[in-house]
Nanobody, 118 residues
Framework: QVQLVESGGGLVQPGGSLRLSCAASGSISVINTMGWYRQAPGKERELVAHVTRGTIYYADSVKGRFTISRDNAKNTVYLQMNNLKPEDTAVYYC?????????????WGKGTLVTVSS
């Protein structure tokens, strides 16, 4: 069974920083893409950033403030979030496209809450 476990959420003041982590575990053969989505109250889930091999994508709303990185040896992806704004408040979900044996799977974590407020 494959699991994604997020950590690092919490309450932070505007302008502050947080670092999210997501570790994948299980009988994983290959991880193709790992990334972060978020869902604010009353809004649809949106893609924040993802990394595929050497290619990185950021949503326009986080460019220059968020940095995604990946440790392939640990099957872990990180999201460094700087200069946080109240509009960044959301549940952040980790997502991965990976291969288990010969099966291609898309897996979600349970989410971690980020609240930006003074």
């Amino acid at each position: 069974q494959v699991q994604l476990v997020e950590s690092g959420g919490g309450l932070v003041q505007p302008g502050g920083s947080l670092r999210l982590s997501c570790a994948a575990s299980g009988s994983i053969s290959v991880i193709n893409t790992m990334g972060w989505y978020r869902q604010a109250p009353g809004k649809e889930r949106e893609l924040v950033a993802h990394v595929t091999r050497g290619t990185i994508y950021y949503a326009d709303s986080v460019k220059g403030r968020f940095t995604i990185s990946r440790d392939n040896a640990k099957n872990t992806v990180y999201l460094q979030m700087n200069n946080l704004k109240p509009e960044d408040t959301a549940v952040y979900y980790c997502n991965a496209d990976l291969v288990v044996d010969i099966n291609v799977m898309n897996v979600w974590g349970k989410g971690t809450l980020v609240t930006v407020s003074s």
